[in-house]
Nanobody, 123 residues
């Protein structure tokens, strides 16, 4: 069974940067779109960045221009570079495979989420 392990979170001041990493076990990683999700305190989990198997990216408006998603298919990893962090970016961040729904939107493919990595941004 494929497992996803997130790392790289931490405590940072507003305006700072962090890079998150997600390592996937198993085969076939390069064939799938991948995404980074986050769940802030008292909020629903949301998709903030997505990358297709061929490297096309898309971002939520709240992070556009500040976050960059990338992937290394040879290493089965996907990363999220986060710059100019804001207190509202505070959340647990998760990665997941993505599947496209009938509406064209991407959704999380795996129902069992990893442990995530905590990002806390102080003001």
């Amino acid at each position: 069974q494929v497992q996803l392990v997130e790392s790289g979170g931490g405590l940072v001041q507003a305006g700072g940067s962090l890079t998150l990493s997600c390592a996937a076990s198993g085969s076939g990683f390069g064939s799938y779109a991948m995404g980074w999700f986050r769940q802030g305190p008292g909020k629903q989990r949301e998709l903030v960045a997505e990358i297709t198997s061929d490297g096309r990216t898309n971002y939520a408006d709240s992070v556009k221009g500040r976050f960059t998603i990338s992937r290394d298919n040879a290493k089965n990893t996907v990363s999220l570079q986060m710059n100019n962090l804001k207190p509202e970016d505070t959340a647990v961040y998760y990665c997941n495979f993505l599947i496209r729904g009938l509406s064209g939107r991407y959704y999380a493919a795996k129902s069992d989420w990893g442990q995530g990595t905590q990002v806390t941004v102080s003001s």
